[in-house]
């Protein structure tokens, strides 16, 4: 089945404690994106990906880390999560850049920290 | 800059009446794509429609159609017939079609429809 993966569903952290919110897809996408969702704001980008190893800032990256050595991962790295970055979190792909392209997205991680 | 409102925060239909959520936008790319994504109360993100800056039809998928203004920068979600399976925050979403702004898809705040049976 074509999907994005994203693990964990939910994690509950302290401020300060490195995590890592992983992201997969099998469906050999080009693009791959980052967004985290607030009450009446929508989802924000954070970084993005075009291919291998090509990663960019979107809107709200700080605080946040991402690599691409691989086409199908696309992990979300917080290097030292803040309450602020209580969030839901989207990964998200789609099979190159075209406009025309819908993005496929995860099931979304929704982190906590405390 | 590009932009996109969506200046209703929250709706309520009665089941089987048909339901417009509004969406405007701004950008001065003049090729474009608009999309609507579903997001139920479990979460997860669900592609509708796409409406492309350069269509000149509306866009239809089932029960969901967009009415697409061009000169009024408004792409609207029409649902006809809604069901209470329709109750979810929807939101409105652009891909500029750019090499580098076709890499930024930006989303409106999101409608929350609640359907009365």
């Known amino acids: 089945e074509a999907q994005v993966t994203q693990n964990p569903r939910y994690l509950i952290t302290v401020t300060g404690k490195k995590l890592t919110v992983t992201c997969s897809q099998n469906?050999?996408?080009?693009?791959m994106s980052w967004y985290r969702q607030d009450p009446g704001l929508g989802l924000r980008q954070i970084y993005y990906s075009m291919n291998v190893e090509v990663t960019d800032k979107g809107d709200v990256p700080e605080g946040y880390k991402v690599s691409r050595k691989e086409k199908r991962n696309f992990p979300l790295i917080l290097e030292s999560p803040s309450p602020n970055q209580t969030s839901l979190y989207f990964c998200?792909?789609?099979?190159?850049?075209?406009?025309?392209?819908?993005?496929?997205f995860g099931n979304g991680t929704r982190l906590t920290v405390t | 800059a590009q932009k996109i409102t969506q200046t209703q925060p929250g709706m309520f239909v009665q089941e089987k009446e048909a339901v417009t959520l509004d969406c405007t936008y701004d950008t001065s790319d003049p090729s474009y794509g608009l999309f609507w994504y579903k997001q139920p109360s479990s979460g997860e993100m669900i592609f509708l429609i796409y409406q492309g800056s350069y269509d000149q039809q509306n866009a239809t998928e089932g029960r969901y159609s967009l009415n697409f203004q061009k000169a009024r920068k408004s792409a609207n979600l029409v649902i006809s017939a809604s069901q209470l399976g329709d109750s979810a925050m929807y939101f409105c979403?652009?891909?500029?079609?750019?090499?580098?702004?076709?890499?930024?898809?930006?989303f409106g705040s999101g409608t929350r429809l609640s359907i009365r049976p």
């Open positions: 979403a652009m891909r500029e079609g750019g090499y580098s702004s076709a890499s930024k898809i930006i």
């Open positions: 998200a792909s789609s099979l190159s850049f075209n406009r025309e392209l819908p993005l496929h």
């Open positions: 469906m050999n996408h080009e693009y």
